[in-house]
């Protein structure tokens, strides 16, 4: 494989361009490496009972929009209000969250299981017991993340 490396201090903050035949597993955890090391220092700032709380990523098992809140829940169903909008959130969070509705991004590495619904959906089940649903329209995506597909 071919590596280039420019370093300049015109360059605010690094980034990485990879060209791919194909995703393997390799370049899948090389991507996630690089990913990781700026989200290790990411810290979300969320809300509870008028008090301010620092959140780390790998702690939150989903963040949804309830009414006009977006909301995260933790490892341990502690709910914190959120500052960001949902699609920020998405686009800071590392590679394990993943949107499963309109409403909801979910920690992959908290998930519990997955169970098939009647009417098309997913029903989602965290390691911490609270529930939603992967609407049809994010179920292959979902299923890509995670390998299914």
């Known amino acids: 494989m071919k590596v280039e490396c420019k370093i300049s201090t015109d360059y ?3 980034y990485a361009v990879l ?3 194909k995703m393997t597993q390799t370049m899948a955890e090389i991507i996630s490496m690089l990913e ?3 989200t290790d ?3 979300l700032i969320g809300t509870k009972a008028r008090k301010t709380y620092f959140l780390k990523p790998e702690d939150i098992s989903l963040a949804r929009t309830e ?3 977006i909301v995260c829940y933790d490892k ?3 709910r914190y209000i959120l500052d960001k909008p949902l699609y920020e959130l998405e686009r800071i969070l590392d590679i394990h969250f993943v949107r499963v509705s309109k409403s909801t991004i979910v920690n992959i590495r908290q998930i519990n299981h997955v169970e098939a619904s009647l009417n098309g959906t997913m029903e989602l089940v965290m390691k911490n017991g609270i529930t939603d649903y992967i609407s049809r329209s994010f179920r292959k ?3 890509e ?3 299914l597909e």
Request: charged content about 40%; proline content about 4%; aromatic content about 4%.
């Open 12 to 14: 605010k903050e690094p």
């Open 19 to 21: 060209h791919l035949n």
């Open 36 to 38: 990781k090391e700026e």
């Open 41 to 43: 220092s990411l810290t």
């Open 67 to 69: 009414g006009r809140e």
């Open 76 to 78: 341990l169903k502690n």
């Open 141 to 143: 995506i979902f299923k």
């Open 145 to 147: 993340r995670l390998g």
